[in-house]
């Protein structure tokens, strides 16, 4: 069956049934692998994506469930014209492995465009559901601060 999504504002069609996971459309149906296979359960946000501006989990929302826009890691900005919160994650080196960075850097992007003055417990609380095994919250926290900070200047 065919779904048709807009996916980082184009119309993108996948030939798949309506309870395949967003997941697997994005990456197999589409080929767009920034958005990540973690757990499978919702439980480390590796997959995680924007539908109408809020942070989502792809792997647990059926492509046949969608209700808007779907905004990936590779439609937040470009290697030419980085989003605001890639250019922070770069100057804060916050990156190890990188293999959560698509997700969190979804999941920041979400924060920042609902809270531009997050304090501390504001990003603990919005990035809990998101999991580093590299351990690099302290970066993840000074860079979304750093965003933060460009967007409200900007």
């Not at 767009?32 to 647990?60: L, N, P, W, Y």
């Not at 826009?69 to 605001?84: F, Q, R």
């Amino acid at each position: 069956m065919a779904v048709t999504l807009t996916v980082n504002g184009e119309a993108k069609t996948v030939d798949l049934p309506d309870d395949v996971p967003l997941l697997w459309a994005l990456r197999d149906g589409l080929n767009m692998t920034g958005t990540k296979f973690g757990c499978g359960v919702a439980s480390c946000g590796a997959c995680t994506v924007q539908i109408d501006g809020e942070a989502v989990r792809s792997c647990q929302v059926a492509v046949g469930d969608v209700w808007g826009d779907v905004t990936t890691i590779e439609g937040l900005g470009t290697p030419d014209a980085m989003a605001k919160i890639q250019k922070a994650w770069v100057t804060h080196q916050v990156a190890q492995c990188g293999y959560c960075q698509s997700g969190q850097i979804m999941q920041a992007a979400a924060l920042l465009s609902e809270n531009p003055a997050p304090t501390d417990q504001d990003i603990d609380d919005a990035m809990m559901g998101n999991l580093c095994r590299c351990g690099t919250y302290p970066r993840i926290r000074a860079a979304i601060h750093a965003a933060a900070k460009d967007i409200r200047e900007a």
